[in-house]
């Protein structure tokens, strides 16, 4: 049998000594550290006192009563609460046990004590209290992962819209810029929902891990599929269709479902997404039984849907029925101020991520990033960040930075004449996701755009002379000027 092991003491209660004695024997001859208490205010003064990992309490305690020590413990606001209980009774009534039991008494152990017995439930307990912290840490984590940041007026507005809006059940329909973080936003929407929750409705739900954020990638779906990941389907109900399957609105009922990227869904889909939202049924593919859904509906898309609306690609009534409440998430350049928040978030996380030892980022990159304009917004600064940190040495230096930041930017002139980073400057196509989207025309064109760009600045744009270094002809670089649509500011 393994030991039990624990981080902080475990606090023993009980009235009569002697049990106590033998008890803290037990524990001590397996490794375990133990406080005493011979009263319910000796108990609660060494649980205000110091941490503990667990307790063992007698339920007849002279005057007091054990169980609503039990009672206070478990109703205590901090994480006390989570501290195991194990009962302990001469003469246990059934009425005490299924008190206990119901207020969250870990176990209920009987006098005489039988050492084993009482071995492996400690054990037990202590093996789910570690158990509980490591979820705890997990969801911190997972919860700091989610976390937005910003103290722009801007983003202070959109905490405040958020915050308005979770408890209701309204649907939301989300608008920005690719990358300003409107995954982000619809998982807060749905995070303080359930904090807004009374205890009694999320014991209902299951508790908070059980209640689904279902996402929903609209533009991923093939169009032949979407019904019957929707909604589901019954066996057989087209050729492939093995067994049944459960829609995404069935698995998100009771919950939140997040219809992202709804702007690229196809409009026979659009109608599909309509029935639903109208008449909040759902009927799997294949089958005849109507399914009734309740959950809430976010949507997400980085295009214009009212645009959209009028070129006839996308359904005005579905648009109306999504877009109860508007939020519009704001691009990074409306917000600059927030930009060194961020970076250095992302720098802590990425160090963290990575076990680093914390890296400093210096003020004039920090500087720098502000300038830059962010066509790709807070996914963009994130993604130079991640790159930096794995780059740089412990200090973020100007150095480090990617030339098309220190010309201000591929697509906006400007900051000419800034200083051009030493040659060693790591390499052009930094971040090679940049260009996935191109052709290897174009491809080429960006950097040697880019390239010529840079090259001109440090030369103070004498043609002359750039070309000179570059060796090749003046006129052949007046040509490719030209075509690459270079001029001076
Ligand atoms: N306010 C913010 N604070 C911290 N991180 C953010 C913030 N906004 C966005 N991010 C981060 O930026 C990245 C992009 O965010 P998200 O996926 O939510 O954007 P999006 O608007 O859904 O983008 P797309 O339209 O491309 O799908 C994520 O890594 C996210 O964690
Ligand atoms: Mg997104």
């Given at each position: 049998m393994t030991r039990p092991r624990s981080e902080h003491p475990v606090l023993i209660v009980d009235d009569e000594k002697n049990i106590r004695r033998a008890l803290r024997m037990v524990l001590e001859g397996e490794g375990l550290e133990v406080s005493e208490a011979a009263t319910i205010a000796e108990a609660e003064a060494a649980l205000a006192g110091a941490p503990h990992d667990l307790v063992l309490l007698d339920v007849k305690l002279g005057e007091g009563n054990g169980i609503d020590l039990l009672e206070r413990i478990k109703s205590a606001?901090?994480?006390?609460?989570d501290i195991p209980v194990l009962m302990i009774s001469g003469h246990a009534t059934v009425d005490d046990a299924v008190r206990a039991t119901r207020l969250g008494a870990f176990d209920f152990l009987e006098k005489p004590l039988d050492r084993e017995r009482v071995i492996v439930s400690v054990r037990n307990a202590l093996e789910r209290r570690a158990m509980g912290r490591e979820v705890a840490t997990l969801r911190a984590a997972e919860s700091g992962r989610h976390e937005m940041i910003g103290e722009s007026p801007v983003m202070q507005e959109l905490f405040r819209q958020v915050a308005r809006i979770a408890p209701t059940k309204g649907r939301v329909l989300v608008t920005g810029e690719?990358?300003?973080?409107k995954e982000l936003i619809a998982r807060a929407i749905h995070r303080t929902w359930l904090q807004s929750l009374g205890l009694a409705e999320l014991g209902r739900r299951g508790g908070e891990g059980n209640v689904p954020f279902v996402k929903v990638n609209c533009a991923a779906i093939p169009p032949e599929l979407i019904e019957s990941e929707l909604f589901g389907h019954e066996r057989g109900?087209?050729?492939?269709?093995v067994g049944r399957k459960r829609g995404l609105f069935e698995i998100a009922d009771g919950g939140t479902i997040f219809l992202d990227?709804?702007?690229?869904?196809s409009l026979p889909a659009q109608a599909k997404v309509l029935r639903v939202l109208q008449q909040g049924e759902i009927v799997r593919v294949g089958g005849e039984k109507v399914l009734t859904v309740d959950c809430r509906v976010i949507a997400a898309t980085n295009k214009n849907l009212t645009e959209e609306v009028a070129a006839g690609r996308f359904r005005e009534d579905l648009f109306f029925r999504l877009n109860v409440i508007p939020i519009r998430a704001p691009s990074l350049r409306e917000r600059p101020e927030d930009i060194p928040l961020l970076a250095e978030a992302f720098v802590r996380l990425c160090c963290d991520e990575n076990g680093f030892r914390p890296k400093r980022i210096s003020p004039e990159v920090l500087s720098r990033l502000t300038r830059h304009?962010?066509?790709?917004n807070v996914r963009e600064l994130r993604n130079v960040i991640e790159r930096l940190v794995i780059l740089a040495d412990d200090e973020i230096s100007?150095?480090?930075?990617p030339p098309y930041l220190e010309a201000g930017g591929p697509h906006v002139r400007g900051s000419a004449g800034s200083p051009i980073p030493g040659?060693?400057?790591?390499?052009?196509?930094?971040?090679p996701r940049r260009y996935l989207s191109l052709t290897l025309r174009e491809f080429r064109d960006q950097v040697e755009r880019e390239f010529l760009r840079l090259k001109l600045e440090q030369n103070q744009w004498n043609v002359s002379r750039t070309a000179q270094e570059l060796e090749i002809e003046r006129t052949n670089l007046h040509k490719r000027l030209r075509a690459l649509g270079i001029e001076r500011e």
């Open positions: 606001p901090g994480a006390e609460r690719s990358g300003t973080g109900a087209f050729t492939g269709a990227e709804i702007g690229d869904m304009p962010w066509p790709g100007a150095r480090d930075l040659v060693e400057a790591p390499s052009l196509v930094l971040d």
